[in-house]
């Protein structure tokens, strides 16, 4: 069966540090790959989206930025945290443009 | 830019009662879904609806996706405490890779 892993789960960092959130797939070959951001209680802003390794279309532009070294794994980074990076920050995956979406658990990122 | 508006934006009820959340756009989406998240986790996809006009049902929850395929709606049947959550829609076209959400209803269910 197919899973997705995301950690770490909550993070707390000060302005200006590097930031690195990790998601793995496993299960399934060439999946869709996505990041986003929620705000408290609210809908999901798409940050990043990769259709295979290498391939990465920003949404948003901002100091964040993504990876995806491998056909399963996507990196989001920061070289310096902003206080307005803090939020919940999701991974999903995708077999079909369109399709449904299984999400990881989350990282909760404050940024102090 | 496409927008998908929920309401209400946040809905309290008392249990065994029925409710309904809307889920509108200017935009037409080749397909529709919506997923509920519980606090601190992921959200998980309830239902996709494809076709206008198309009603699914999840036991006491029925889905609708528009004649026009720009709005949807989710009806919740004698509703239970653990319905309770942040239901959200997203919206697929063919033009984007992503799905877009709309902004959630959040909905408490009182025992």
């Known amino acids: 069966s197919q899973t997705i892993h995301q950690w770490p789960a909550t993070l707390v960092q000060p302005v200006g540090s590097p930031l690195s959130l990790e998601c793995t797939v496993e299960?399934?070959?060439?999946?869709?790959l996505y990041w986003y951001r929620q705000a408290a209680g609210r809908g999901l802003q798409l940050l990043f989206y990769?259709?295979?390794?290498?391939?990465i279309s920003s949404e948003v532009p901002q100091n964040l930025s993504a990876s995806r070294p491998q056909d399963r794994q996507f990196i989001l980074s920061s070289k310096k945290l902003l206080l307005s990076d803090s939020g919940f920050y999701l991974c999903?995956?995708?077999?079909?443009?369109?399709?449904?979406?299984?999400f990881g658990s989350g990282t909760r990122l404050t940024v102090v | 830019t496409q927008l998908l508006e929920q309401s209400p934006q946040f809905l309290s009820i008392q249990e065994g009662e029925n409710l309904t959340v809307y889920c509108n756009s200017s935009?037409?989406?080749?397909?529709l879904q919506w997923y509920r998240q519980e606090p601190g986790e992921g959200p998980v996809l309830l239902v996709t609806?494809?076709?206008?006009?198309e009603v699914k049902k999840l036991k006491r929850l029925t889905f609708q996706f528009g004649d026009a395929r720009k709005d949807s709606s989710l009806h919740i049947t004698a509703a239970q405490p653990g319905d309770t959550g942040l239901y959200l829609c997203?919206?697929?076209?063919?033009?984007?890779?992503?799905?877009?959400f709309g902004s959630g209803t959040r909905l408490q269910v009182q025992p």
């Open positions: 999903a995956w995708s077999v079909l443009k369109g399709g449904g979406y299984t």
């Open positions: 299960g399934t070959s060439n999946p869709n």
């Open positions: 990769s259709v295979g390794i290498g391939q």
């Open positions: 935009s037409v989406f080749s397909s």
């Open positions: 609806v494809v076709t206008g006009g």
């Open positions: 997203a919206g697929a076209d063919t033009g984007r890779r992503a799905l877009t």
